[in-house]
């Protein structure tokens, strides 16, 4: 006799049909379609979309699909068994073919519309029609809706075709960019950060698209020559995908009396984001006025919390407009984001993403974000001078809380139960005179060090005598704060939780997708399993080649330290 399984796979789901019949569709249920969409969702040219809250569109399967991986830990949450990644109708339905899926599941996917905000400001030259009504999901579709193990997911196609918001591009994701969304999600859920999930990812073996990219070696600020690129799908999962760039769009529409249903749609859709994402914290019986005030404080305590996390780890998103926002408080959309390797308070890995999205800029970005959600909800009160001014306190109070999470946050980095903000002010000075590797340093700084001079593994450049003499004093003032409350092996342990082994280093992620384009997944595999423990002590060899400060040579590369939107 073997041994016996586990109940988790006794109740795993083994097929598609079991899959199927977790299928709810709570959106496709409770709000508008298109109006002037399609039933069977073939809508696949670009056109402005004036109302309704989604557009039913059928993904385009890929050719010639191939597995590359699924995430064992989101498998393992949602209760379905691996083996099913090998089964022929879920290779379809996640390459983008779903003619052949079980009822109850619907043979079409959807796409929503949003508005555009950056930094606060309203756009509409970026779409085609300089109106806002072609923004939207150009090559992300939803194909699927339910709850497994007790939880409401949504299951999103990245790359599966082209939708009436495809602003003339093919709905087409690379591999390159698959791969990289597809191990970062899983990344930053190890990390602790509220992200968007990665089920799995499948690749074709025949067809490719044109892009933009960076010659071998390139220093060039931009793209210097077209690729072919393999293309692939990676389905990303979250509790919802709605952003605040939706709730923004029917606000717009609601001002400016765009239909007569326009403010029934922002009502409904505001309704709808507090069930999804706020069932356990706002309770459904209470006024709109008051569910609204709700939404707005629950929503503003996790957008700080996130940002806060991004800051802890070294996240830059690269490009944080609002409809890059999920009202969830989770990360969503990973496009030009980046790692922070050395320290620099401006980080900015897209090269199109400016200074206002920088490193150290994104709590002010999510404060604007933050700014464009409350208008946005200004419609649904604006009868109410009561609720509009507490409205406008809770905006008000954002970089309060912000401030406050940063600084509790700094102080656990450094092992410290007090925020010491002239310490925290000359760290950072020394760190970029010195050219500090963010993750290593902190990781280093845990270790309780009795001397500067053992930080030195985390430093790009060899510090003169008088440098290294400032990093002595600050040391020395750093080791004189420590909490006399604590002892050392406890204040290693708190640091070591916030402060990763492991960091994300695109040097490192670059080979894995080019050997990927080869058909070679297994750096992919090896990349996941570093990823998987961000945290822990992984041993000689995983240390040797994953915890290590980027060569020299690899400094202003383009597609390694820069690169373009282009995926």
């Not at 949003?114 to 090559?139: H, K, M, V, W």
């Not at 008088?466 to 002892?487: A, C, G, H, Y």
């Not at 402060?499 to 990927?516: D, G, H």
């Not at 750096?523 to 002590?537: C, K, N, R, S, T």
């Amino acid at each position: 006799m073997g041994e016996p399984k586990s109940p988790e796979t006794l109740n795993s789901i083994a097929d598609m049909d079991e899959f199927a019949n977790t299928a709810s569709y709570s959106l496709l249920e409770t709000l508008n379609a298109d109006p002037e969409a399609t039933d069977c969702g073939d809508d696949y040219w670009p056109r402005q979309v004036f109302s309704g809250h989604y557009v039913p569109v059928k993904p385009t399967p890929i050719g010639n699909p191939v597995y590359v991986s699924h995430s064992t830990n989101l498998f393992a949450e949602l209760g379905i068994d691996p083996a099913l990644t090998q089964n022929k109708q879920f290779e379809a339905m996640f390459s983008g073919d779903l003619s052949g899926v079980p009822a109850p599941m619907k043979p079409y996917g959807w796409a929503t519309g949003y508005a555009l905000s950056i930094y606060g400001t309203e756009y509409n030259q970026q779409c085609p029609f300089n109106t806002g009504n072609g923004y939207g999901d150009g090559r992300a579709l939803s194909v699927f809706e339910g709850v497994l193990n007790g939880k409401r997911w949504e299951m999103q196609l990245k790359g599966g075709g082209t939708t009436p918001y495809c602003r003339g591009a093919d709905g087409r994701a690379v591999l390159r960019s698959s791969v990289r969304e597809f191990l970062a999600q899983e990344f930053m859920h190890a990390l602790g950060i509220p992200s968007t999930r990665s089920l799995c990812l499948f690749a074709s073996q025949s067809e490719s698209v044109d892009r933009p990219w960076y010659r071998e070696g390139s220093h060039s600020e931009n793209p210097d020559i077209m690729v072919s690129n393999p293309v692939a799908i990676t389905t990303r999962v979250a509790s919802s995908f709605l952003r605040v760039g939706q709730i923004e769009l029917f606000a717009r529409r609601a001002r400016s009396q765009a239909h007569p249903t326009a403010m029934q749609e922002l009502e409904k859709i505001v309704e709808y984001a507090i069930e999804r994402e706020y069932s356990q914290q706002i309770d459904s019986s209470l006024p709109l006025r008051e569910k609204v005030l709700a939404l707005a404080t629950e929503f503003r305590e996790r957008l700080t919390t996130l940002v806060t996390h991004w800051m802890r780890v070294g996240f830059c998103q690269g490009n944080f407009n609002s409809d890059n926002c999920a009202v969830g408080g989770f990360t969503l959309d990973y496009g030009p984001f980046g790692f922070c390797e050395r320290f620099e308070p401006y980080f900015q890995p897209w090269t199109g993403g400016g200074r206002h999205f920088a490193f150290f800029n994104q709590p002010l970005a999510a404060e604007k974000n933050f700014e464009s959600f409350c208008s946005a909800l200004m419609p649904l009160i604006a009868s109410d001078e009561v609720a509009v001014e507490k409205l406008g306190l809770i905006q008000d109070e954002f970089s309060t809380v912000m401030q406050t999470k940063l600084t509790d946050m700094w102080s656990s980095k450094l092992g410290l139960e007090e925020f010491d903000s002239d310490l925290l002010q000359n760290l950072f000075k020394l760190m970029m005179m010195t050219h500090v590797d963010y993750t290593i340093f902190f990781r280093e700084l845990s270790k309780l060090p009795e001397n500067a001079s053992a930080l030195t593994p985390s430093f790009y450049t060899d510090p003169d005598e008088e440098v290294m003499t400032d990093w002595q004093i600050w040391f020395n003032e750093w080791r004189e704060k420590l909490p006399s409350s604590k002892t050392g092996e406890e204040i290693t342990a708190g640091m070591n939780q916030v402060n990763p082994k492991f960091t994300w280093r695109e040097w490192l992620v670059v080979p894995a997708y080019k050997q990927a384009e080869k058909g070679d997944y297994s750096l992919i595999h090896e990349l996941q399993q570093v990823f998987a423990d961000p945290y822990g002590e992984q041993g000689v060899k995983t240390e040797g080649k994953y915890d290590q400060r980027r060569p020299l040579d690899l400094f202003d590369i383009g597609g390694v330290t820069h690169y373009s939107c282009s995926s």
